[in-house]
């Protein structure tokens, strides 16, 4: 869709608020939904539809295996291991800084005030539960890692406020709505996506937040966690090519996970090997210490690195 289409639903979505979804209800006012064409080409879908190919496809749900079990998982782009900006661990293997992380969201713990039933055909936004707030999205930039992977921070010691009546964090650092910034933080795998090609129905990892008033969508895989030298927990995978010349992984690439998600060892960061497989291997999990299973990949034979991927997944 063209930047001016775009501009124009967004204008829609603001002018739909009079009419559908909380226009009267107190706190800050509803101006829509974000504009998520300068987004990083991460949180955009890969996958073109339509008789030209040149639209873009919702965002689609991948499968793959951990274990010899397949799991679904929605693919949220790719850093080739060379990126400057890619931090080492003690294997000198490529890992994400968490220095690399620019937004923070806030969570509200403490509840809100239930208004109205949502109803999917009328309404803009819920009124039972209060959306996170983020302070940035990120858009694309040349010079810096751009990563789905948040600050969480949580806003406590204040009166039950509507729900959703939060949806700016200038308001809420003003004192519109009372309380206090929590010490203490958090890092969580947030996406912020293009609503516009936001999968529906939305599935478990799929929620809602705010941005200056404006709504958007986020495919949440949870905490993550950070190791003593600063970098994301990190999980292997192999990615099956399907021709030695391929340069990177995209949509309906073939997968093998280290972890399912909930697993010990899984983690929304992925650190990718790479391995064109042998006729007729039908590869369903990673085997780290051989003799190895014919449907495990040994992964002592395992060396190209190719780089660092995101996936959302919830626990299955």
């Given at each position: 869709m063209q930047t001016k289409q775009k501009w124009a639903l967004t204008l829609m979505m603001a002018l739909g608020a009079v009419s559908c979804g909380g226009s009267a209800q107190p706190g800050d006012p509803y101006r829509g939904t974000i504009d998520a064409s300068g987004l990083d080409s991460k949180f955009q879908p890969h996958a073109t539809c339509g008789s030209n190919k040149r639209d873009k496809c919702p965002f689609a749900v991948q499968k793959a295996?951990?274990?010899?079990?397949?799991?679904?998982?929605?693919?949220?782009?790719?850093?080739?291991?060379?990126?400057?900006?890619?931090?080492?661990?003690?294997?000198?293997?490529?890992?994400?800084?968490?220095s690399a992380v620019k937004i923070t969201a806030y969570d509200f713990a403490e509840g809100c005030k239930t208004g109205k039933e949502y109803d999917v055909r009328t309404d803009a936004y819920r009124e039972d539960t209060q959306y996170s707030v983020f302070d940035g999205l990120p858009f694309t930039n040349t010079s810096a890692l751009v990563v789905p992977l948040v600050k969480v921070k949580s806003w406590s010691e204040m009166p039950q406020q509507p729900c959703n009546a939060i949806k700016d964090l200038t308001s809420l650092k003003e004192g519109d709505f009372g309380g206090k910034e929590a010490e203490g933080e958090s890092f969580a795998f947030r996406a912020i996506i293009d609503t516009t090609y936001a999968p529906y129905p939305p599935p478990a990892e799929l929620k809602s937040g705010w941005y200056r008033g404006l709504q958007l969508a986020y495919f949440d895989s949870g905490a993550v966690t950070v190791d003593e030298a600063g970098n994301f927990k990190t999980m292997d995978a192999v990615w099956l090519k399907a021709a030695a010349a391929d340069k990177a992984p995209v949509y309906n690439s073939r997968f093998v996970f280290q972890a399912r998600p909930g697993g010990e060892k899984w983690s929304p960061v992925v650190r990718v090997y790479e391995l064109v497989p042998p006729a007729g291997t039908n590869y369903t999990s990673l085997c780290y210490d051989p003799p190895c299973a014919a449907d495990a990949i040994d992964m002592t034979t395992v060396k190209t690195l190719s780089g660092v991927m995101f996936l959302a997944s919830s626990p299955q």
């Open positions: 295996y951990s274990g010899g079990t397949e799991f679904s998982y929605f693919y949220l782009g790719f850093i080739a291991k060379d990126d400057k900006n890619l931090s080492k661990d003690a294997q000198q293997r490529p890992a994400v800084p968490a």
